[in-house]
């Protein structure tokens, strides 16, 4: 199993990206605020794009996740449902705040 972590940016960031010749089976992806519960400025959201292809952009078409609330220390966990992925395949996440938040995704190559 291996796993890739990442802050999430209010730009594009991608998680995982499936090399060419590989095929990837996403087992769990963990998203946690990790800013202080001092005042409700530290609460934000996320979203998740599953692009096909390397030539594939994100799109409505491709959003998996939209807008899902983060309050401040909080951890979102994407466990259930199980990804295949082949070469060229991304997962890219984007927050409106570029420091409030970070994913661990976990993966198994097949």
């Known amino acids: 199993m291996a796993i890739n972590n990442v802050l999430i940016l209010d ?3 991608t998680v995982l990206s499936v090399p060419a010749t590989k095929k990837y089976a996403v ?26 292809g390397s030539g594939g952009v994100k799109s409505n ?12 220390q909080e951890t979102f966990t994407f466990n259930v449902e199980r990804l295949i992925l082949e070469g060229g395949d991304s997962v890219v996440l984007n927050s409106p705040d570029s420091d409030l938040l970070s994913a661990t995704i976990s993966y198994l190559e097949v």
Request: charge should be negative; hydrophobic fraction near 45%.
């Open 61 to 72: 078409a491709n959003l998996v996740l939209n807008s899902i609330a983060m309050p401040a």
């Open 11 to 13: 730009t594009d960031t």
């Open 27 to 52: 087992t769990t992806l963990l998203v946690c605020n990790y800013a202080g519960t001092t005042n409700i400025v530290n609460d934000s959201s996320f979203n998740m794009h599953v692009i096909k």
